[in-house]
């Protein structure tokens, strides 16, 4: 289902192009974050995910960065790709909840 | 593998009906969770289970909300009565073992509408 906000934050780019998706949270006791991709239609799907002991991790054409000192988070994609096109939900949790706190994500739109 | 199977994907139904949403998680999983998904309130956790027990409901919005796992491979929420402020995707995820660091797997929703 679209099951997406109308009003979300949109970044739009160019294929090929590299894309920053940003993210701030609130609770300082976030030690365990995710970022899921959700196309329209489906359920969110898991990209990468860091720990508060790390600042940076790599995965396959993407790399999350992790500043707790302003606690932010942000998924960057390298040569971003027609099917990259989807809203993507940053995630946290804490030792004191085993809750996953989704925010309300980015829609990202590649452009040919 | 299927994944995580929802049925129904989409439901349409008037206020003061009973709605049950269904869910078949991935065969091996021992966790299953619950979420809504609305506009205003974005992805939202309403209850997870570990080994069938429920283990956290505090997102259950009220007592219309119930949800039930009777084995391992079969759980489903029920509203009644439904309103339609109930109206939004319901996704049910399910992930092996019972640490919050394991990979939740959803799958692709319930579309709900209460006229």
């Known amino acids: 289902g679209e099951s997406v906000g109308l009003h979300l934050p949109t970044l739009s780019v160019q294929e090929g192009d590299n894309s920053i998706i940003n993210c701030a949270y609130s609770n300082s006791a976030s030690d365990y974050f995710i970022w899921y991709k959700q196309e329209s239609g489906k359920g969110p799907q898991f990209i990468i995910d860091?720990?508060?002991?790390?600042d940076k991790r790599q995965g396959q054409r993407v790399t999350v960065l992790l500043n707790k000192t302003v606690k932010h988070l942000s998924l960057q994609i390298a040569a971003t790709q027609p099917g990259d096109s989807a809203v993507y939900f940053c995630a946290e949790s804490s030792r004191n909840t085993d809750k996953l706190i989704f925010g309300t994500g980015t829609r990202l739109q590649v452009f040919p | 593998d299927a994944g995580v199977i929802q049925s129904p994907r989409h439901e349409v139904t008037e206020m003061g009906q009973e709605v049950t949403l269904r869910c078949k998680p991935i065969?091996?999983?021992?966790?299953l969770f619950w979420y809504r998904q609305t506009m205003m309130r974005g992805l939202e956790l309403l209850i997870y289970?570990?080994?069938?027990?429920?283990?956290?409901d505090s997102g259950m919005p009220e007592d219309r909300f119930s949800a039930k796992m009777p084995n391992a491979s079969f759980s489903t929420l029920k509203i009644q009565p439904s309103e339609p402020r109930d109206s939004a995707v319901y996704f049910c995820?399910?992930?092996?073992?019972?640490?919050?660091?394991?990979?939740?797997?959803f799958g692709p929703g319930t579309r709900l509408t209460v006229l």
């Open positions: 860091i720990r508060s002991n790390m």
């Open positions: 995820a399910s992930s092996f073992g019972d640490r919050r660091y394991n990979e939740q797997f």
């Open positions: 289970f570990n080994n069938n027990v429920p283990i956290d």
């Open positions: 065969s091996g999983h021992n966790s």
